[in-house]
């Protein structure tokens, strides 16, 4: 296990009474948690993520420690990557990368003790001025790592509004640009893993599996177009009469043949409900382990999914002993998650924030948005989908609502409403598209969508109190719709289908869904009472 390096009278003040190899004995003997399942020391690398946050931790490490105990591999450990700050590197190295998950069930279930995860080796910040330059590209070109999973959101892959990599992104510019500097170290995720693909195909020429674990339509083949089209943008030069690129990635033509040939790159389905952990959480984590502190510990619902897709190029952990399904097409079970589950939050999130509930929970507590989100799911979003096998899907429908009402999670309905400009043509524009071809009117989802405008638009929600704009075009759409917040429905759904990174042409052109988009404002507005 890795510690890192620094000040050791800190370290040692950092680490009293904290998590860590030296509390487990005492945690073990107690019964205070439920120990790893693997022996954490003997825990070698296998796998590196991109974007080791609170939901990484209470999924896919749990299904692959899991994994590791259940076929006896420990050669399996993670290796996480953080790429915005070295906040959760931090929480984690000084408690020997061990942390707990606390799993919360709803009204009336037995509480369980919180479980200290030891699946993750070690952790890198992406950005580390102390660092090697190239740290995550290192990583990925270890011949011990096998596969490369992400979670670094939707926003995390920098792709145009059109599909493939936005060119345009300043982040992914930079990269390129950098790429003829000795020892730079690409920041944007994309770049990192190509730049990681480069060393290895260089150095020793192993196969790779990069897993998308986000919430993607078609993940796996979606990160393969973003990384082919990094690698065409590489620059290049000659050398020797031959074709180069520069910053050590080879010829791009040959690092893109050896890609084809070597990498795979799978979907997945994820879920699992993890709400940020707040101070609160912490603090009951520190009671349920009798004082020792966990500056890293997750809170989680007791539901967990993981569909993936059978593809790998160097062996994978036995994660179906851990419960996931492995199949040859996780479409359909994405579709139904990212429609059913995660449109429905959104539509949560959004009209539950203008309405002043503070989390999911209560706003699935609010009768009116309880019916609206049922009756969207029922009404417009369940006839888009193709059902998998042995999927009862009106019981789905009424588990995604009784997960939503769980009060112990305390998911807030502003993270939720975070990144909408990126979540809603995943979750709810698609569907709409899809409804619009059958010759329906998708109402309930204009609705939806209706109310993210109004969210933006007003900025707070109907008593008054602000409501957080966190979204990648945030600039741009306050510009565009800010000075709208009380204007005439058809001003504000007019300003807001301009907005083509969010809404593509066909659909912002289609009369059926302006009038439905218009007919949304007016009752959200009245619904909800947003008059001032």
Same mark, same amino acid.
């Given at each position: 296990? $890795? ?34 399942? &693997? ?39 993670? &290796? ?97 640009? %950098? ?18 693909? !480069? ?38 030069? %000659? ?9 050590? =990635? ?14 795979? =790159?799978?979907? $997945? ?8 952990? *707040? ?7 520190? *009671? ?22 059978? $593809?790998?190029? !160097? ?28 449109? *429905? ?14 989390? +999911? ?42 997960? =939503? ?15 909408? $400009? ?22 309930? +989802? ?66 059926? =869904? ?19």
């Amino acid at each position: 296990m $890795s510690t890192a390096p620094g000040n050791a009278a800190q370290a040692g003040a950092i680490t009293r009474r904290r998590l860590g190899l030296a509390e487990l004995p005492r945690l073990r003997a107690a019964g205070l948690a439920r120990p790893p399942a &693997v022996d954490p020391p003997s825990v070698e690398p296998g796998i590196a993520h991109l974007g080791i946050g609170a939901f990484h931790r209470a999924h896919q490490a749990v299904y692959t420690e899991d994994a590791m105990a259940a076929a006896g591999e420990p050669n399996w450990g993670i &290796v996480g990557v953080t790429q915005r700050s070295p906040a959760v590197r931090d929480q984690l190295i000084h408690q020997d990368c061990l942390y707990t998950v606390l799993e919360r069930g709803g009204p009336g279930a037995p509480a369980v003790p919180p479980r200290v995860v030891g699946a993750v080796c070690d952790v890198l910040w992406a950005n580390d001025p102390a660092g090697p330059p190239a740290a995550v590209a290192a990583l990925i070109a270890d011949p011990r790592i096998r596969i490369v999973t992400l979670t670094v959101t939707e926003k995390g892959y920098r792709r145009a509004p059109g599909g493939g990599l936005d060119l345009s992104d300043e982040a992914v510019r930079a990269d390129l640009a %950098r790429a003829g500097e000795a020892g730079a170290g690409p920041r944007t995720v994309i770049g990192q893993l190509v730049a990681g693909l !480069a060393r290895r195909a260089q150095r020793h020429g192993l196969g790779l599996t990069v897993l998308c674990c986000d919430n993607l339509p078609a993940g796996g083949e979606v990160l393969r177009g973003l990384v082919a089209d990094f690698v065409a943008a590489l620059p290049t030069g %000659r050398r020797g009469g031959r074709r180069v690129g520069s910053g050590g =990635f080879g010829d791009p033509a040959e690092l893109a043949e050896w890609i084809k040939a070597a990498v795979s =790159f799978p979907s $997945s389905m994820v879920d699992r409900i993890v709400p940020a952990t *707040t101070p609160a959480d912490r603090a009951e984590v520190t *009671t349920l382990l009798g004082g020792v502190i966990d500056e890293a510990a997750v809170v989680a619902e007791r539901f967990t999914q993981w569909v993936i897709e059978e $593809s790998f190029a !160097a062996g994978r952990p036995a994660w179906e002993a851990a419960g996931a399904l492995f199949t040859a097409d996780v479409a359909p079970y994405e579709a139904m998650k990212l429609r059913l589950l995660n449109g *429905t939050h959104s539509l949560l999130a959004y009209t539950g924030a203008l309405a002043g509930h503070e989390t +999911i929970a209560e706003a699935v507590r609010d009768p009116a948005l309880a019916d609206l989100a049922a009756a969207m799911m029922r009404a417009d979003l369940a006839p888009t989908l193709a059902v998998p096998a042995g999927i009862d899907l009106a019981a789905y429908q009424a588990s995604v609502l009784e997960r =939503f009402a769980n009060p112990a999670l305390r998911h807030r309905t502003v993270q939720v409403a975070a990144d909408g $400009s990126q979540k809603l043509p995943i979750r709810l524009l698609g569907a709409a598209a899809d409804r619009l071809a059958a010759g329906a009117e998708p109402s309930l +989802i204009a609705l939806a969508v209706a109310a993210w405008m109004l969210y933006v638009a007003r900025g707070r929600d109907r008593a008054g109190r602000p409501l957080p704009l966190d979204d990648p075009l945030a600039a741009e759409l306050t510009a565009a719709l800010g000075p709208l917040a009380d204007a005439p429905p058809a001003t504000l759904v007019d300003a807001a289908l301009g907005v083509r990174a969010v809404f593509p042409e066909p659909l912002a052109a289609d009369a059926t =869904f302006r009038a439905c988009l218009i007919e949304g404002v007016g009752r959200v507005r009245a619904d909800l009472r947003l008059t001032d």
